[in-house]
Nanobody, 124 residues
């Protein structure tokens, strides 16, 4: 099982950009579908993006399509989330997660391993 550590969060102004990284331990990273979720205080965990085992397929939540890009580098055991044109409503804790199957990639309950999260705050 992999262990995940996120980084790259911080404070950004509306319209700005941030790039999140999620580093995974272990030598089986390419066997996992990777997802990014976010959670604002008082809200449920929300699906943001997912990427298949070798990066050939990606999916996004509607509100981030065209602004966010998920990618992965299996040689570096890392998944990224490039966030452009940030909005205040993008504020929250961003968590990466790993699962073994692609089915129901948007369902948080199916992810086996989670990172601790990195905070993103977008000011107006």
């Amino acid at each position: 099982q992999v262990q995940l550590v996120e980084s790259g969060g911080g404070l950004a102004q509306a319209g700005g950009s941030l790039r999140l990284s999620c580093a995974a331990s272990g030598r089986t990273f390419s066997r996992y579908v990777m997802g990014w979720f976010r959670q604002a205080p008082g809200n449920e965990r929300e699906f943001v993006a997912a990427i298949s085992y070798h990066g050939d397929t990606t999916r996004y939540e509607d509100s981030v399509k065209g602004r966010f890009t998920i990618s992965r580098d299996n040689a570096k055991n890392t998944v990224y989330l490039q966030m452009n044109s940030l909005k205040p409503e993008d504020t929250g804790a961003y968590l990466c997660a790993a699962r073994s199957d692609w089915y129901a990639y948007g369902d948080a309950s199916g992810y086996e391993t989670w990172g601790q999260g990195t905070q993103v705050t977008v000011s107006p």
